[in-house]
């Protein structure tokens, strides 16, 4: 029998040590075009290894939960951020490090309009919208080295 875990509202904080969360901060970092558009500067690094930042467009069927996730990847030499570009509630699916293998998973309901970046070599789930497809823009990283690996773990039930 899978192990169950309960999807958690995403917070900065219980994300840190994953990556960043994309969104706007309760206050801009600065004004621009003449005081009409709030910038909120530098959400995020982009980490490259030695490699080009790249941007992408993924297209991702839906799930609904419970769900049951067997697949977790990571990225070692790049970061990878994704971002919704059509609306929706997603999850993101995480999970730390035990000696190059996935511990164990944690999952986060992220909202409508929030996307989150990735630290290089954090273990992950795919992407997950929840019960409608998206579009998400996708930055990591393109170059030489091998910049993904994929592991079957026993299937962990999520819940809302």
């Known amino acids: 029998m899978p192990q169950t875990i309960r999807a958690l509202p995403i917070t900065a904080e219980a994300f840190a040590p ?26 995020a690094t982009v980490e490259r290894g030695g490699g080009e930042a790249i941007l992408s467009i993924f297209r991702s069927e839906p799930i609904s939960l419970p769900y049951d996730c067997a697949l977790l990847e990571r990225h070692p030499l790049g970061s990878q951020a994704f971002f919704p570009i059509t609306p929706g509630v997603w999850l993101s699916v995480v999970a730390p490090d035990e000696g190059g293998r996935p511990g164990a998973p944690l999952a986060f309901i992220v909202p409508a309009g929030m996307g989150v970046n990735l630290h ?16 998400f823009l996708v930055i990591d990283r393109e170059g030489a080295g091998v910049n993904l690996e994929e592991v079957e773990i026993a299937p962990v039930t999520i819940t809302a």
């Open 120 to 135: 290089a070599g954090t273990w992950h789930g795919v992407l997950t919208p929840l019960d409608q497809p998206a579009d």
């Open 18 to 43: 994953y990556g960043e969360l994309l969104t706007a901060r309760d206050a801009p970092s600065k004004l621009i075009n003449a005081g009409r558009c709030e910038r909120h500067h530098a959400l």
